[in-house]
């Protein structure tokens, strides 16, 4: 399916992403920003830091910073806190030389996605999740919000007190 | 900015420093040759560059620079006046550079005001003898003098072509240079054997598939980039004379060599894993490689370290310009030397130390040093020195800063201390010389403009000294009036591996910089325990109060503020720049040389922190950061014992388990000598009129008596006027001043005698704040003050003979002449099972002294089993040594029978429960 990409019969150019779920909703993140898939463990939460921030992990030998997609988008801390039995999923991303681990609650499979089932932010979402997607893609049954690596990694230490 | 630009900014800014520093060594060696070929030839470069690239700006400056200083080549004195408008001239070079970098085009301006002063230079000539030459033959520098290879040309030829280079656009002039500059930059064999004796369009041929074609462009780039290797390979020429051997060196880019540090970083923590896992294994088949992959990633790890080791002379490479310009704007004659340019250093460090070091010169030319016409009227050569000095001592660089002038006002620092409030006037005059000093690193102290007048020192100071602590390194001042101040800076070889104390706080691990730990002290609710002044924690600490904060509250994450006060676990005695202060602790762990790796950059805002690491379990650890935690503390602590920190005081008799505090003074031709505090009654000074002769012998009258003075050090001599430091010490009414030059310090260290010098009057030599120091021997001093010292008053009528057991051999060193001044015979043992046996062979024995702390078997199981011994080594009196006497201590002892027990260091004590054992009727009871 990827090798026949060039002559494919779809219709202009696709993108790979890789889907993410937190919650019931389905992310994508940008195939080539992926640089990892992996099981968080032993993370070191950092005091004072901001609440995005769950803390650091090492991730064959380089320091990670682990970013909780969840509080990033606003959305509360997952009900079941046992991790142990439900262990969460983490992407890793790199943004100015940093790596980062994006935590999620599941990992999907990777879509190929043409423009024709792209459409763009509904304007009533949420603004904080309006500042984080690019676009939406409809998918058979369920909705793809596309994420933004950059912005969703792009935030500082003043913008996170507010949350 | 494409690389062809960057190139050349890169290399050009690198000459222009060279220049700068070679034009400061040329003017005061206006007929050196070397150097001025040298500087000709790197303006040269330059301007022949600018020229290509279509930087009429820089080109025109260099070319009137090169004129003027071709000028010199043929004999026009180079005078200060001359220099200045060519350093002017590089200034205003390097300020376009810097636009030119920042905007990829060279900026808008005219440069006439200087190009006329140096066209007015170059012609205002002695000798009528050429016209203001432009830039024609004369200027070209000698040729090297080297055997040339095929294929390269002699440097006359790479002048004549660039001489014979218009500019851009001229492709047909610009491409023969390229062919034979071409050549000596690859260094492979050229097929092609090109005569480059006359550069000529057909050389270029070969090089070049098509020579007519797009011209200009590729030829300007070609030649641009030609030229700085033909330059290399001509400092090459010059400074090697073996013409066959090269020095070979590649252009690195820094990202490069700091993730190749990055990698093997994580190598070093994958070994040490893997080293964790094998020590769990007995499977001992991958021992053997895993051995090897050891030494291999070790050996990796030094290789790349050096890679970032830079010499320390670069960043003094700026110096000599800003002595220069500094004495001629204070009108002072200032030498600048330097030694040790050569001590290489992490390029982290460096960049960090760089300001810091111009500062500190700058200081010392400005206030350190007086004025010529001061200079002469104290008796001193005109001109000042500033001393720069660099080498490496253990794992850390010192780097002192010294200059010969008038040393700091200490008696305005006293003052204006004492007015700023940062101590209290007591205080201020109980310390010594060095603490005070120490005041002009005091953030206020230094900025108040009146301080600086009065004092002389320490704008910006604080600074400074931030800058040196925020990589862990510490300075020291030494100051002699009249005679100068000496800065020492030590600070670590790299930043990225440090030792740190692993600890706990709440649920996690932390590491702490051991750079920043003092000590660890053990609370708990019982004896040492924290207290709170309005909800603010303090601990009692040798009769000091001590503020607290406890990491977990720091680091907002703690339970019940309320019930840490009952909580046992321990306080790590930290100390920042002069303040000192506890972090409260759950848990100590160990030591551990960690790889330090920048936080992220999203938690960089917090000051709590300087980095984390990953320790060799695999778990990320997150670096405590000493300054910011003192930080916190300064605003979160209030009634802390303030800026009373001088430690000087009387933390006398106390003493913790392995370190001594000691006495430092100043002993005979300016060397340090220390002597152990706690056998020290008191530190006098003396007017010296006060001093009588009798029979020879110097004496003052103490308190009533007549104390005989001894000089420390057979060079010292009692002052005839003025005031005199002297150390007194003094057994029961007896007492005796030890004359020395100056009382320097009290340092509480970990002393390791090293060398047992081979004089009476010393026990050895130690390191003491980094000073080779010695350690006098007091036993050979009190015999010199009273000749029947030595044989004692209170010397028993009958000889016992004393079993010292300690394993310390300072002590051992310490204690028995007092012993033997008390009359007693002295046999020591360095161990429990020494001391066993001797006690076993050597019937003579009547008393056992002996220290209950010692490593392996301690002194109470030496009195335990001496015991169950046999029935005359049984029955011996004991007087045990101890450190702290605590409860179950005293317990232990009462159990076993000893007789006493005594502090260490407490002679009259021990003395006295000497005194009380009968020992006559001991041994005939046993």
Same mark, same amino acid.
């Given at each position: ?163 | ?99 030119? @970098? ?22 205002? @000539? ?198 220069? !310009? ?33 500062? %500190? ?169 924290? @207290? ?333 089993? %001496? ?20 409860? !179950? ?38």
């Amino acid at each position: 399916m990827q090798a026949a990409n060039a002559n494919g019969a779809e219709t202009g150019p696709t993108d790979d992403y890789v889907t993410v779920f937190v919650g019931d909703t389905l992310f994508g993140l940008a195939i080539e920003r992926v640089h990892d898939v992996f099981v968080p463990s032993g993370v070191t939460p950092v005091p004072l830091a901001p609440s995005e921030i769950v803390g650091l992990l090492n991730l064959r030998g380089r320091v990670v910073t682990a970013v909780c997609l969840r509080r990033r988008l606003g959305m509360p801390d997952a009900e079941t806190q046992d991790d142990k039995a439900n262990p969460k999923m983490a992407i890793g991303l790199e943004q100015g030389g940093e790596t980062f681990a994006l935590v999620v609650d599941g990992v999907g499979e990777v879509l190929k996605l043409g423009t024709d089932s792209r459409e763009a932010v509904p304007i009533n979402l949420d603004p904080r999740w309006r500042n984080l997607a690019t676009c939406v893609h409809r998918l058979d049954g369920r909705l793809l919000v596309i994420l933004d690596v950059d912005a969703l990694l792009g935030f500082s230490a003043a913008g996170a007190k507010a949350a | 900015m494409d690389d062809l630009l960057r190139e050349f900014l890169t290399e050009s800014g690198e000459h222009l420093d060279t220049v700068d520093a070679e034009l400061v060594r040329f003017e005061q060696d206006p007929n050196n040759q070397t150097i001025l070929r040298n500087i000709f030839r790197l303006v040269h470069t330059i301007k022949g560059t600018c020229g290509f690239l279509g930087l009429p700006r820089l080109e025109a400056l260099a070319h009137a620079a090169e004129t003027l200083m071709g000028r010199f080549r043929d004999g026009l004195p180079a005078t200060s006046e001359s220099v200045t408008v060519i350093l002017s001239t590089l200034d205003r070079l390097k300020a376009i550079l810097a636009d030119l @970098e920042a905007t990829g085009t060279e900026p808008a301006g005219s440069d006439d005001d200087l190009i006329s002063e140096l066209d007015r230079l170059a012609s205002a @000539e002695p000798e009528p003898q050429a016209a203001p030459a432009p830039a024609p033959e004369p200027v070209l520098p000698d040729p090297v003098s080297r055997e040339l290879k095929p294929g390269e040309v002699t440097l006359d030829e790479l002048e004549a072509a660039f001489l014979a280079a218009p500019g851009p656009g001229e492709a047909d002039f610009a491409a023969p240079v390229s062919a034979p500059v071409e050549a000596p930059k690859a260094e492979a064999p050229k097929v092609e054997a090109p005569k480059a004796e006359a550069p000529k369009p057909a050389a270029p041929k070969a090089v070049e598939p098509k020579p007519a074609a797009p011209k200009a462009e590729p030829a300007e780039a070609e030649s641009a980039r030609a030229e700085p290797a033909g330059d290399t390979e001509a400092v090459v020429a010059t400074e090697t004379t073996a013409a066959g051997s090269k020095i070979q060196t590649i252009r690195v880019n820094v990202d490069t060599l700091e993730h190749l540090m990055t990698m093997v970083s994580e190598l070093v923590l994958t070994r040490n894993q893997l080293l964790e896992i094998a020590r769990r294994h007995e499977d001992s088949s991958y021992k053997v490689p895993l051995q090897r992959l050891s030494h291999v990633t070790a050996e990796l790890q030094e290789g790349v370290m050096k890679t970032r080791m830079q010499p320390i002379g670069s960043a003094w490479q700026k110096l000599p310009r800003v002595v220069r !310009d500094l004495s001629a704007e204070l009108g002072k004659q200032i030498d600048l030397v330097m030694v040790g340019a050569e001590t290489e250093l992490d390029r982290q460090v460096l960049e960090v130390i760089k300001d810091p070091l111009t500062h %500190m010169v700058r200081n010392s030319a400005d206030h350190g040093l007086e004025s010529t016409a001061g200079r002469i009227a104290a008796g001193k050569p005109a001109r000042g020195t500033i001393r720069l000095a660099a080498y490496h001592e253990g794992g850390t660089i010192t780097i002192e800063i010294a200059d010969d002038g008038k040393g700091l006002d200490l008696a305005a620092i006293r003052k204006k201390a004492v007015e700023r409030g940062l101590a209290a006037q007591a205080d201020v005059e109980r310390m010594t010389d060095a603490q005070v000093a120490k005041f002009i690193f005091d953030a206020g102290f230094s900025t108040a403009a009146a301080v600086t007048s009065v004092s002389g020192r320490g704008v910006g100071m604080d600074v400074v000294k931030t800058n040196i602590e925020t990589i862990g390194g510490i300075i020291d001042i030494a100051t002699t009036a009249g005679r100068g101040t000496t800065f020492t800076i030590k600070i670590p070889l790299t930043l990225a591996i440090v030792a740190a104390l692993i600890v706990r706080a709440g649920e996690h691990r932390f590491a702490l910089p051991q750079v920043a730990v003092l000590e660890l002290v053990r609370v708990d609710a019982g004896a040492q325990r924290v @207290e709170r002044i309005n909800g603010s924690p303090v601990l009692r600490l040798r009769e000091r109060l001590l503020p607290i904060v406890s990491l977990t509250g720091l680091l907002g994450q703690s339970g019940g503020q309320g019930d840490e006060t009952a909580q046992a676990g321990f306080v790590v005695v930290a100390q920042v720049g002069r303040e000192r202060f506890g972090i409260l602790v759950d848990e100590v762990f160990h030591t551990e040389e960690i790889v330090v790796k920048p936080m992220s950059a999203k938690l960089r805002h917090i000051p709590m922190f300087a980095g984390n690491t990953i320790l060799g379990d695999g778990a990320v650890v997150l670096i405590i950061d000493p300054n910011g935690v003192a930080r916190q503390v300064a605003q979160g602590v209030q009634g802390s014992s303030g800026h009373a920190d001088s430690d000087a005081e009387a933390e006398a008799s106390e003493m913790g388990d392995t370190k001594t505090t000691l006495l430092v003074f100043k002993g005979g031709q300016g060397s340090f000598k220390a002597v152990p505090l706690s056998l020290v009654t008191r530190l006098e000074e003396i007017e010296c009129d006060k001093v009588e002769w009798l029979g020879g012998r110097p004496l003052i009258q103490y308190r009533g008596r007549l104390m005989p003075l001894v000089p420390a050090d057979p060079a010292i001599t009692i002052r005839s006027e003025g005031t005199q430091a002297l150390v007194v010490f003094s057994d029961g009414e007896r007492a005796m001043g030890l004359v020395v030059d100056e009382i320097v310090d009290i340092v509480e260290e970990r002393l390791d005698i090293e060398i047992a010098a081979d004089r009476s009057d010393l026990i050895g030599s130690a390191v003491l704040r980094g000073r080779a120091t010695d350690i006098i021997n007091i036993a050979h001093f009190l015999p010199l003050a009273y000749d029947d010292w030595a044989r004692g008053p209170k010397r028993a009528e009958q000889v016992s003979t004393l079993l010292l057991v300690d394993d310390s051999a300072f002590f051992r060193d310490m204690l028995s002449p007092v012993l033997k001044a008390a009359g007693y015979q002295v046999i020591t043992a360095a161990s429990t099972d020494a001391a066993l046996s001797i006690l076993q062979s050597d019937p003579r024995i009547e008393v056992v002294v002996t220290d209950l702390e010692m490593p392996g078997r301690s002194g109470f199981d030496l009195v335990a089993a %001496m015991r169950s011994g046999e029935p005359r080594v049984a029955g011996l009196p004991v007087i045990g040594l101890t450190g702290t006497v605590g409860a !179950d201590a005293v317990e232990r002892a009462r159990s076993l029978a000893i007789t006493d027990l005594v502090a260490k260091f407490d002679r009259s004590g021990l003395i006295a429960a000497l005194a009380e054992i009968n020992p006559t009727a001991v041994s005939q009871a046993a």
